[in-house]
């Protein structure tokens, strides 16, 4: 499965956003079932990011966000999410 999160940056933030996101995607690449993820910055709209991370299953996912360590490197990159649906399974 994957995930997909997109992200609305206001350009001041967009350095310490940057930051941030790299130590997120270093505590997810902690936690079991983690196979991969990136960071991608829209070409059209220089605000819009999108976070792509892949996983072993559901179960993987959703015990590696749990993961006190990824909640406390997620909460600022999370604050700039857009609310919608960003799991896709591909069984």
């Not at 930051?19 to 829209?42: C, I, K, S, V, Y």
């Amino acid at each position: 499965m994957f995930a997909v999160t997109r992200l609305r940056v206001p350009a001041d933030d967009v350095p310490a956003f940057l930051a941030a996101a790299g130590e997120l995607l270093a505590a997810l690449q902690a936690r079991p079932g983690f196979l991969d993820g990136e960071l991608g910055r829209a070409a059209d709209d220089p605000q819009l990011f999108a976070l792509c991370t892949r996983w072993d299953g559901v179960g993987a996912y959703r015990r590696g966000l749990s993961a006190a360590e990824v909640k406390i490197a997620g909460a600022p990159v999370w604050v700039h999410a857009l609310d919608e649906p960003g799991v896709y399974l591909t069984d």
